[in-house]
């Protein structure tokens, strides 16, 4: 049995390798609601770049998740509503995600366990939520097979985070984060094995208990808003 990748334990500490300011930014155009409407009504032939951080190792099995790409409607444009996992959690514990998690057995598909998950996390009603399409599954290395379901959310709601599994919850440009030039490109290197991810980083208004100035957004959740970024310059 081949075992899992070793973990990267401190995602910060693992050197840049490199930015991608050489690729263009989405369109401003093509980050209104309208325009995402349209596009996922009539999708581009495309390929994601990133279909997993996880291999198919025999003897472990898989399960099905969904998270929810929530793009609320601002004055200032479209913004991302992600939250930041709390620190006791046994998986993915700190770290900055979309809303959502595994499936249960009473949802109806992955769009059901999407909006469930974020009620149950972070309070959004679904009167709130416009679900507009989806976006190719997703691999992690911790055995999930993440569908993400990208909505358009409308203002006026209250959040009321789940404190166990949710220490904050923040919005984040939707421009910022398609644009290429704010994604880092890291190399991790153990036990023989390579690996590579980005990174988002977006400033915090003040320092977190640990010092940190910014919110490290990378991984999974980093993964899955480059794939986003190719679905809209495809």
């Known amino acids: 049995?081949?075992?899992?990748?070793?973990?990267?334990?401190?995602?910060?500490?693992?050197?840049?390798?490199?930015h991608d300011g050489h690729l263009p930014p989405v369109p401003a155009e093509r980050l209104q609601a309208l325009a995402l409407r349209q596009r996922f009504a009539a999708p581009p032939v495309w390929e994601?770049?990133?279909r997993g951080d996880g291999?198919?190792?025999?003897?472990?099995?898989?399960?099905e998740a969904a998270v929810l790409v929530p793009l609320v409607e601002r004055e200032?444009?479209?913004?991302?509503?992600?939250?930041?996992?709390?620190?006791?959690?046994?998986?993915?514990?700190?770290?900055?995600?979309?809303?959502?998690?595994?499936?249960?057995?009473?949802?109806?598909?992955?769009?059901?366990?999407?909006?469930?998950?974020?009620?149950e996390e972070v309070g959004l009603p679904r009167a709130h939520i416009d679900v507009v399409g989806r976006l190719p599954l997703y691999r992690t290395v911790t055995f999930f097979d993440v569908t993400p379901v990208v909505a358009i959310v409308r203002p006026g709601?209250?959040?009321?985070?789940?404190?166990?599994?949710?220490?904050?919850?923040?919005?984040?440009?939707?421009?910022?984060?398609?644009?290429?030039?704010?994604h880092q490109r890291h190399v991790f290197e153990a036990a023989g094995q390579r690996r590579e991810f980005l990174s988002m980083p977006?400033?915090?208004?003040?320092?977190?208990?640990?010092?940190?100035?910014?919110?490290?957004?990378?991984?999974?959740?980093?993964?899955?808003?480059?794939?986003?970024?190719?679905?809209?310059?495809?």
Request: aromatic fraction near 10%; charged fraction near 20%; hydrophobic fraction near 45%.
């Open 157 to 182: 709601f209250e959040l009321t985070l789940d404190s166990f599994e949710v220490a904050e919850a923040f919005e984040v440009p939707l421009a910022f984060l398609m644009s290429p030039a704010n």
């Open 1 to 18: 049995m081949q075992p899992p990748r070793p973990p990267i334990l401190d995602p910060r500490a693992v050197p840049v390798a490199g």
């Open 76 to 119: 200032g444009g479209l913004s991302v509503l992600l939250t930041q996992r709390t620190a006791h959690l046994r998986a993915h514990a700190g770290h900055i995600a979309f809303p959502g998690g595994r499936a249960d057995p009473g949802d109806a598909d992955a769009v059901d366990t999407a909006l469930r998950e974020t009620e």
């Open 55 to 63: 291999g198919l190792f025999p003897g472990y099995e898989r399960a």
């Open 202 to 234: 977006w400033p915090r208004p003040q320092p977190d208990a640990a010092g940190h100035g910014d919110y490290f957004i990378w991984g999974a959740t980093a993964a899955m808003l480059r794939n986003f970024y190719r679905f809209l310059m495809a």
């Open 48 to 50: 994601p770049e990133k």
